[in-house]
């Protein structure tokens, strides 16, 4: 005879494999936007503001600096919409204020290329696994990774 | 007789209708690059739909000035060596190739990282084999404060770590899912054959021995 505790956790190993050949199988699939794995982006106060919400471009600045420039040198925490982010710090040269003064990249007055998002986008890390499994809810500011 | 040729007449006009009308759907079918629910392979994205430009990848504004000043991701990727998911580029071997120079710090480009050469072994359970995570590839990139201590206690033993805390965002998950490479590359950390009888479909009789001992 098997014991009761013992079918359960043959269930459950079971259902665990099933979970993630579903899963993996379902990683690849075609979502309805389709911008770059890594786009972040951030719609804490932009559609409040009448703004486009920003997209950051991972990749493009990846070639550029070394996840070390952004998330230790500048303060930027591992969470999309987790950084309390303001066009006042920008021009004070914190956040992407650090970079995007016009001497390292170019300056806030181009408002558009960063605010280039449809309005009404939510804040999200644009293709990541969590994205796929949940959709785009915000995380709690507070959530520790 | 009549009736006979008639039916005749009837099917093979309808066959010939049929015959042509084949054709023009899978074509237009093709043009499109889908073919409905018998496309090969339905659900994943053809190599023509990954790294759209930005007035097109959905979350950009095609009606804003900005969008079209930015450059597409296909154009910098061209030269890049290829992977299968995240951006469907291998970043590290594009670092290690040189085919960019992305700064270790914001101002200086001369600046140079310090690679720190651990590899550490994360035996797993069940047939998977076990986690390698190299050192040297992280600091490359990031520094150690970005996962010491707040995602990782720098201890031997102290971290637990699950595949579902990954595929929600946390541990190794806070940046493999989002901006490196997702899980789906399974053998990329999975990459130590476990030693001995573990690594291979064990023999019938060392697979019952463990039994026996059991009762």
Not at chain 1, 7 to 26: C, E
Not at chain 1, 35 to 47: C, L, P, R, T
Not at chain 1, 115 to 134: A, F, M, N
């Amino acid at each position: 005879m098997i014991e009761k505790g013992v079918l359960i956790g043959l269930w459950q190993k079971r259902a665990w494999v099933v979970m993630m050949v579903a899963l993996l199988a379902t990683l690849e699939v075609v979502s309805p936007a389709m911008a770059e794995y890594g786009d972040v982006v951030i719609n804490n106060q932009s559609d409040k503001a009448g703004m486009r919400p920003p997209v950051f471009p991972h990749w493009f600045h990846r070639i550029r600096f070394r996840c070390k420039v952004c998330h230790a040198d500048l303060g930027f925490k591992f969470q999309a919409g987790g950084n309390q982010i303001n066009m006042l710090k920008i021009i004070d040269g914190e956040f992407c204020g650090a970079c995007h003064n016009g001497e390292i990249a170019w300056s806030v007055e181009n408002c558009d290329v960063c605010h280039s998002g449809k309005p009404g986008t939510p804040t999200q890390v644009h293709g990541s696994t969590v994205q796929k499994l949940i959709g785009t809810t915000a995380p709690k500011p507070d959530q520790k990774p | 007789m009549q009736t006979g040729s008639r039916i005749g007449v009837v099917t093979s006009i309808f066959i010939f209708l049929t015959v042509m009308a084949l054709p023009t759907v899978s074509l237009n079918a093709e043009e499109k690059g889908t073919a409905g629910v018998n496309t090969f392979n339905r659900l994943m994205r053809p190599k023509s739909e990954r790294n759209q430009p930005p007035a097109q990848d959905g979350i950009h504004d095609p009606a804003c000035e900005g969008t079209n000043l930015l450059l597409p991701p296909k154009e910098a990727f061209k030269s890049m060596p290829e992977l299968q998911s995240g951006n469907y580029v291998d970043w590290v071997q594009a670092l290690n190739k040189k085919l960019i120079q992305p700064r270790y710090d914001r101002k200086n480009p001369n600046e140079e990282p310090v690679i720190f050469e651990l590899d550490i072994v994360r035996e797993v359970k069940g047939t998977m084999p076990d986690v390698v995570y190299p050192h040297d590839r992280h600091t490359q990139w990031l520094d150690c404060s970005n996962c010491h201590p707040d995602i990782f206690i720098p201890e031997k033993g102290k971290n637990v770590i699950s595949m579902a805390q990954i595929l929600m965002g946390q541990k190794c998950g806070v940046c493999h899912g989002k901006v490196a490479f997702p899980v789906s590359e399974c053998r990329k950390c999975h990459s130590k054959k476990k030693d001995g009888k573990d690594s291979k479909p064990a023999a019938p009789a060392a697979a019952e021995a463990p039994k026996k001992g059991a009762k």
